[in-house]
C-alpha cells in the first residue's frame, strides 16, 4: 500500500512539474502575449505615413523590433529569470539602438518612430498609444532607489531629443515638444516646450487634439526676449525725454 501510494505521489510530481514548462509555453502563446505585440503592429499604419505594406513594417522598424523584444524581456523579467531579460536588453539596443529596460512597463499600441537613441529605464511606465520620437529619454536624476522613473499616461507625445528626468507624473494626452526637458509633473491634455519645460497651452479634459506640429509651437524663450526689448526701447525713449527737459 505504501509503495502504491508512492508510486502516485511522485507521479504527480512529475506531472507538475511537466506541466510548468507547458504553462510558460502556453501563456507566450496565448493571445494575452501577443495581442500588444499587434496593437504594436496596427498602429504604425494609422500613424506613420510612410508606412506601405506590412512587410515593409515587420523588417525595417526598429521601434517594432524594440517592442518585440522588450515585451519578451519583461515577460521573462516579470518571472525573476535572471541575466537573460537583460541579454536581450542589450542585444535589442545593439540591433536597433532603442535601450528599455526589462523592467520597464510598456501599454499596448506604443509606437517608437524612427527611435535611434531612446532611453527608457527600469521603473519607467509608458502609458497605451504613446507616441515616442528618436533621442527621447525617460530617465531618473541620481542614484535613489525605488520609483525613480517617470510614468507617462495614455496617448501622450514626446518630440524628439526630450528628456523626462526623474519620478514624474505625465498625464494622459500631454504633448511634449523637441528638444524640452521635463523637470516636473505635467497634468492632463498639457503642451510644454522649453528648458526647463514650461506649459505653454492646455485643454479641457474630452477636447479634440490635433497631432503636434513642432513646426507650429510657440518660442518661449523668443517671446520673452522681444518683450525685454520692447520694454528697453520704451525705457531708452523716456530717457530721451527726460534729458531734452533737463536742458
Given at each position: ?7 502516485i ?16 509555453l502556453?501563456n ?48 521573462l ?16 539596443r ?70 523626462v ?51 507650429k ?31
Amino acid at each position: 500500500m505504501q509503495q502504491s501510494l508512492d508510486s502516485i505521489t511522485n507521479s504527480q510530481t512529475l506531472k507538475i512539474q511537466g506541466s510548468k514548462p507547458k504553462s510558460w509555453l502556453k501563456n507566450i502563446l496565448s493571445g494575452a502575449f501577443f495581442e500588444p505585440l499587434l496593437s504594436d503592429f496596427r498602429i504604425i499604419f494609422e500613424r506613420d505615413p510612410a508606412a506601405r505594406n506590412w512587410l515593409e513594417v515587420v523588417f525595417c522598424y526598429p521601434g517594432l523590433h524594440a517592442l518585440c523584444l522588450h515585451r519578451l524581456a519583461h515577460w521573462l523579467h516579470g518571472r525573476g529569470v535572471g541575466f537573460i531579460p537583460r541579454l536581450i536588453s542589450h542585444l535589442g539596443r545593439f540591433l536597433t539602438g532603442i535601450e528599455i529596460h526589462p523592467g520597464a512597463e510598456i501599454g499596448q499600441g506604443v509606437f517608437i518612430d524612427h527611435g535611434m537613441g531612446v532611453v527608457i529605464g527600469e521603473t519607467a511606465i509608458v502609458g497605451d498609444y504613446t507616441l515616442i520620437y528618436q533621442g527621447v529619454t525617460l530617465g531618473g536624476t541620481g542614484k535613489e532607489t525605488g520609483k525613480r522613473h517617470p510614468t507617462v499616461g495614455k496617448n501622450a507625445v514626446i518630440g524628439a531629443g526630450a528628456k523626462v528626468l526623474g519620478n514624474l507624473q505625465i498625464g494622459d494626452r500631454v504633448r511634449i515638444g523637441a528638444g524640452s526637458i521635463v523637470l516636473r509633473n505635467i497634468p492632463n491634455d498639457c503642451t510644454v516646450v522649453g528648458v526647463p519645460g514650461r506649459i505653454i497651452s492646455r485643454k479641457e479634459s474630452g477636447a479634440s487634439l490635433s497631432p503636434l506640429e513642432h513646426g507650429k509651437l510657440p518660442d518661449v524663450e523668443a517671446t520673452v526676449i522681444r518683450s525685454l526689448l520692447s520694454r528697453i526701447e520704451q525705457l531708452e525713449k523716456q530717457l530721451q525725454t527726460l534729458k531734452v527737459k533737463s536742458h
